[in-house]
């Protein structure tokens, strides 16, 4: 009988806690997915680093458009950090599983033209991004803007094309067009709604 009474107990303290969460808006890191991919709504691109590189702090990344193109840095973690926004948008931090580092500006100071990088995570502003939802005839498209915190005027955006495989990234003025938005999907699923 104790036993079971400790058991009931742990449920009990467990349902409450998660309660408590969900209520503060603030959902249990074990609700976020698990591996998955950020894509481009323009072109179906997928987020990755530069030469798929996990080991450099400071490494650039790109989005891969070949879909024959298998990194292991396509694969990202997400967590909502914090409660939704007063303007009805909400922060993440976006971890890369090969490299363990989080996806931010290049500088704490991000401008107009910057590209983006993974450095080790370390829980700062510059390492959050505001999430903006696409609204097409009063819905949500589902597509989001991702705008660093540090400077929600810019946003995440695909630069010049490389060899037709890969695009490199880069910020700029913030606003919804196809090259702008993007989604997080289950990693290696079909990119389209």
């Not at 922060?91 to 991000?110: E, H, I, M």
């Not at 390492?127 to 589902?142: A, C, D, F, P, Y």
């Not at 946003?155 to 010049?160: C, M, Q, R, Y």
């Not at 090259?179 to 709604?193: A, E, I, S």
Request: glycine share 6%.
């Amino acid at each position: 009988m104790p036993r079971i009474r400790r058991t009931v107990l742990a449920a009990s303290t467990t349902v409450l806690t998660l309660s408590g969460l969900v209520a503060a808006g603030t959902a249990p890191a074990s609700a976020e997915p698990g591996s998955l991919d950020l894509i481009n709504k323009k072109d179906g691109s997928r987020l990755a680093l530069v030469d798929n590189n996990t080991v450099a702090e400071g490494a650039f990344a790109n989005s891969l458009r070949d879909p024959g193109w298998k990194y292991s840095t396509e694969e990202w973690t997400s967590q909502v950090v914090g409660d939704r926004l007063p303007d009805g948008t909400y922060n993440r931090v976006l971890r890369n599983v090969a490299a363990n580092k989080c996806l931010q500006p290049l500088t704490d100071s991000p401008t107009r033209g910057m590209r983006v990088v993974v450095k080790t995570c370390n829980g700062s502003e510059l390492q959050k991004w505001n999430l903006q939802h696409e609204t097409v005839s009063g819905t949500n498209s589902r597509w989001q803007i991702w705008r660093p915190v540090v400077n929600k005027r810019l946003a995440l955006t695909l630069d010049k094309y490389g060899n037709g495989s890969w695009n490199t990234l880069y910020l700029d003025t913030s606003y919804p067009s196809s090259d702008r938005l993007w989604v997080l999907r289950p990693n290696d699923q079909p990119w389209r709604y």
